[in-house]
């Protein structure tokens, strides 16, 4: 009777250290999934690694007002302009910024770029995603934005080719403003003056 109990008892001590293996597996298993597609693997469901792209500043209006700001931090890709205005290429995109406008690099991989845009003035030339909080702007051609983030707005002007926010297409030579924060009123057609004496400066720049 005691070695029939026994047998029973080891049987299901054998059962419960199997079961914990398997537990721990499937922990291990979650874990490298969680991973990988962190990483975008393939093997996890993910598009694959691609290469990434760098921004470079490639020209400043006046470097010297920007002493002690950094255009380009290297670690995370942001991008800032202080006293001067900043051109820049981003993969196949060039940016151009006005003063007091910051971007922040969400997504670097050739192909992919995106950038959230924390405020102020910019062009930009696709292909290319923009974020503003919750709004998604993206080109393949040519388009200005101006976010007055004080105002919880911002402004999209398609100056060549096809631009939109998400589903909302933006014609060529179209402009329209859209909240940035609920309760989200209408997007509306605007209209948008880039040789106003306040902005013409920073449109010549980006024709140059």
Known sequence: MNS????IERSLR???????????GIVMLAMILVIG?????????????L??????VVKQS????????????????????????IKATFGTSTLWLDHETALVVVDDRQGKESLTMDGGRIVVTGPIVIHVRDLVFSTTGTMSLVNYSWLNRV???T????????????????????DTLPPYEPSTSIDFNTQSPSVKAFYDFTAD
């Open 155 to 157: 402004d999209a002007l």
């Open 62 to 85: 006046n470097p010297s007002s920007d002493i002690g700001c950094q255009p380009v931090d290297t670690t995370r890709q942001n991008i800032l302009s202080c006293g001067s205005m």
């Open 159 to 178: 100056m060549e080719g096809e631009s939109k926010e998400e589903s909302t297409s933006i014609p060529q030579g179209s402009a329209m403003s859209f």
């Open 51 to 56: 290469p990434t792209s760098k921004v470079v």
């Open 4 to 7: 029939k109990v026994e047998r």
């Open 37 to 49: 597609r962190h990483f975008d693997a393939s093997w996890a469901g993910g598009e694959g690694w």
């Open 14 to 24: 054998l059962s419960d250290r199997w079961i914990t293996i398997l537990g721990v």
